[in-house]
């Protein structure tokens, strides 16, 4: 058996880092530019099994985002440059490392 890949969608207006970082942790990633486009995508892709999303989005934000909850199973993890950490999901700081985002994934998603 193999072990399940994830695939990670990542909502962020500064997505070329995250990306590169998430692809070099062996994780199959796609992208959303803002909350309605990530909906569009969760909603066209069953594979999606981890939301990476910034809380700070023109429109709706990541929060509001997170509350949806479209899928009980999905895994949500937050970016944030400033905002206070909500709804005890879990949330990286940017900027980040690499370091810390494969060890945020590890404990929180899995690793891909």
Do not use: W, Y
């Amino acid at each position: 058996m193999h072990a399940m890949s994830h695939t990670v969608l990542v909502v962020d207006d500064d997505l070329d880092v995250i990306v590169g970082m998430l692809e070099d942790l062996g994780c199959e990633v796609t992208s959303a530019q803002s909350g309605p486009d990530a909906l569009d995508r969760l909603g066209q892709n069953e594979n999606i099994s981890i939301l990476i999303t910034d809380i700070n989005m023109p429109g709706m934000d990541g929060h509001e985002l997170a509350e949806l909850r479209l899928r009980p199973e999905l895994k949500i993890l937050q970016l944030s440059g400033r905002e206070p950490r909500r709804g005890g999901l879990p949330m990286i700081r940017k900027p980040f490392s690499f370091e810390e985002l494969a060890d945020t994934m590890r404990r929180t998603a899995g690793v891909c």
